[in-house]
């Protein structure tokens, strides 16, 4: 891997870090952080193929209270680099997979660890606040952000710096036992992401769309994109029949939305 190489993925890796706390551009996203690291490193298609199949595990995690969902950024860089090592390509993505899991796992550590060194960071923003001193309390943020961000970064280049042959080696020693085992479980923790989000999202507005799109995904013949454009369509209906029912049309009893209104009949 070459050093223009390096500097990007440690750059991604760091970029992941600090979304996993702002959430504003989704870099900590397996299917973001594994396509931009297989994009700067040559190997974009096992990146996408990678990014898309964790995004799957990934779809039901996140921090309810005082619970913190795996680290979904760390585990997505460091099986990303991980298998560009690996010298795999696409091949290697189950194997990637098997370690991402608990890399998601270890990766709770170094949350915990940087969470309680932003508690001084949070005191420092308090004195200065107290004095009416605004840029501090914006400088002592930015420190905290950094943090986040060398949470992921300085793991991802502990990474690179092993030797592309020791990661190929590790790899083609683990058992087949093992990797089999880690694939399985980790296709369980999908289907357990996918209850998450339906349940999150479950109305009885809602339910007829999921099952026609649980049915639509039975068709084979039918692709991704053409999936998504019915999903689409689908989403512009409802958008126009809500609006439809909440624009004067007369009924008294009526609540605004049609697919609810026909509901309440039953």
Same mark, same amino acid.
């Given at each position: 891997? *070459?050093?223009?190489?390096?500097?990007? !993925?440690?750059? !991604?890796?760091? &970029?992941?870090?600090?979304?996993?706390? %702002?959430?504003? /551009?989704?870099?900590?996203?397996?299917?973001?952080?594994?396509?931009?690291?297989?994009?700067?490193?040559?190997?974009?298609?096992?990146?996408?193929? #990678?990014?898309?199949? #964790?995004?799957?595990?990934?779809?039901?995690?996140?921090?309810?209270?005082?619970?913190? $969902?795996?680290?979904?950024?760390?585990?997505?860089?460091? *099986?990303?680099?991980?298998?560009?090592?690996?010298?795999?390509?696409?091949?290697? !993505?189950?194997?990637?997979?098997?370690?991402?899991?608990?890399?998601?796992?270890?990766?709770?550590?170094?949350?915990?660890?940087?969470?309680?060194?932003?508690?001084?960071?949070?005191?420092?923003?308090?004195?200065?606040?107290?004095?009416?001193? /605004?840029?501090?309390?914006?400088?002592?943020?930015?420190?905290?952000?950094?943090?986040?961000?060398?949470?992921?970064?300085?793991?991802?280049?502990?990474? #690179?710096?092993?030797? $592309?042959?020791?990661?190929?080696? /590790?790899?083609?020693?683990?058992?087949?036992?093992?990797?089999?085992? %880690? *694939?399985?479980?980790?296709? %369980?923790?999908?289907?357990?992401?996918?209850?998450?989000?339906?349940?999150?999202?479950?109305?009885?507005?809602?339910?007829?769309?999921?099952?026609?799109?649980?049915?639509?995904?039975?068709?084979?013949? &039918?692709?991704?994109?053409?999936?998504?454009?019915?999903?689409?369509?689908?989403?512009?209906?409802?958008?126009?029949?809500?609006?439809?029912?909440?624009?004067?049309?007369?009924?008294?009893?009526?609540?605004?939305?049609?697919?609810?209104?026909?509901?309440?009949?039953?």
């Amino acid at each position: 891997m *070459s050093i223009i190489s390096i500097v990007l !993925v440690v750059i !991604v890796a760091f &970029l992941a870090g600090m979304e996993g706390v %702002m959430d504003e /551009f989704q870099f900590h996203q397996p299917l973001v952080a594994c396509t931009l690291i297989g994009l700067v490193t040559g190997n974009l298609e096992a990146g996408v193929i #990678l990014g898309g199949t #964790l995004q799957m595990i990934a779809l039901g995690w996140a921090n309810i209270g005082a619970a913190i $969902a795996p680290d979904a950024a760390l585990a997505s860089v460091a *099986s990303a680099i991980i298998l560009v090592l690996g010298g795999q390509g696409a091949e290697g !993505v189950s194997t990637a997979i098997a370690v991402a899991i608990p890399l998601a796992v270890a990766g709770l550590f170094l949350t915990m660890i940087v969470r309680t060194l932003s508690v001084a960071c949070v005191h420092r923003m308090d004195a200065a606040a107290e004095k009416g001193n /605004f840029k501090g309390v914006e400088a002592w943020h930015i420190v905290a952000v950094i943090m986040q961000g060398l949470r992921i970064a300085i793991p991802a280049a502990a990474l #690179l710096v092993i030797p $592309a042959e020791t990661v190929q080696g /590790f790899l083609e020693s683990m058992p087949a036992w093992l990797t089999d085992g %880690m *694939s399985i479980g980790g296709g %369980m923790v999908v289907a357990v992401g996918y209850a998450m989000v339906i349940n999150m999202m479950a109305t009885k507005e809602v339910w007829p769309f999921f099952a026609i799109g649980f049915c639509l995904a039975a068709i084979s013949d &039918l692709t991704l994109i053409a999936l998504g454009a019915i999903a689409l369509s689908l989403a512009f209906i409802y958008i126009k029949l809500s609006e439809s029912g909440g624009n004067g049309n007369g009924g008294g009893g009526n609540v605004g939305d049609p697919l609810d209104d026909i509901l309440n009949d039953y």
